[in-house]
């Protein structure tokens, strides 16, 4: 299966498409985790990119979509993929399809602003894999420290209350109208994001299953 996973920032596409990657052996890119990383390691790419980030903004449509036609041109990508937080705009959904990939569904997850804001203010991130947590919602099982690698948890640059609202006020704008985009092509499925993970990831599975056994 070919699955874009979109949603407001802090709705949880990046804890879905982790469990659904594991669960179908398929992989999961990030383009938020591949930019952070480029960061990180100081890469010109990290360079051009920190300061929209920092800020709030999306990283201009034609450096993340070099990123992804690298990446859906590779071999690791034959048994399907799930993009998480590509495409974020119109011109990046169209240079998608200009690349021949197809796509079998987009899943959004629907989180209200109100509950964006409260989420961010406790998200946590793991410093060497990039798993995600939550202080309340999904705590690891010991404070700032990551379950599955034992790095350092931090909370992101990005997080900062100011910056989260020029995020929601850039996904409203920019990425919401991929809704529209892809529900004329007969691709979304849209699901509510839950307090818990694991309830949200029921009624993932429940319409994934749906979709996977309309292409049979
Ligand atoms: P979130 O969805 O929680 O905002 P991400 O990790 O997906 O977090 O993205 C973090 C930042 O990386 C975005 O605010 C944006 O600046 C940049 N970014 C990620 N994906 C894209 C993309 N497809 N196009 C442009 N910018 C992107
Ligand atoms: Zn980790």
Redesign the pocket.
């Known amino acids: 299966m070919n699955l874009i996973i979109m949603?407001?920032?802090?709705?949880g596409?990046?804890t879905q498409s982790a469990i659904i990657s594991e669960k179908w052996q398929i992989p999961a890119v990030?383009?938020?985790?591949?930019?952070?990383a480029a960061v990180k390691e100081g890469t010109e790419l990290g360079v051009t990119?920190k300061s929209?980030?920092?800020?709030?903004?999306?990283?201009?449509?034609e450096?993340?979509i070099g990123i992804?036609r690298d990446y859906l041109s590779s071999d690791k990508c034959n048994n399907g993929f799930i993009l998480?937080?590509?495409?974020?705009?119109i011109p990046?959904a169209e240079a998608l399809e200009r690349m021949g990939v197809r796509i079998d569904a987009v899943l959004s997850i629907e989180v209200a602003d109100e509950k964006i804001i409260e989420r961010?203010s406790g998200?946590r991130i793991c410093s060497s894999c990039g798993a995600s947590y939550h202080v309340v919602y999904n705590p690891p099982k010991t404070a700032d420290v990551c379950d599955t690698c034992s790095s350092a948890l931090y909370v992101?640059a990005?997080?900062a209350a100011e910056?989260v609202l020029q995020?929601l006020q850039?996904?409203h704008g920019t990425t919401e109208p991929l809704k529209d985009f892809y529900a004329k092509r007969g691709l979304l499925v849209c699901v509510e994001g839950q307090e818990k993970v694991e309830d949200t990831t029921a009624l993932v599975m429940k319409v994934l299953e749906g979709v996977s056994k309309k292409e049979k």
Request: proline share 7%; hydrophobic share 30%; net charge positive.
């Open positions: 949603g407001a920032p802090g709705a596409k990046g990030s383009t938020g985790d591949m930019l952070r990119a929209y980030m920092d800020s709030g903004k999306l990283v201009p449509d450096v993340v992804i998480d937080g590509f495409p974020r705009s990046q961010m998200r992101r990005d997080d910056t995020r850039t996904y």
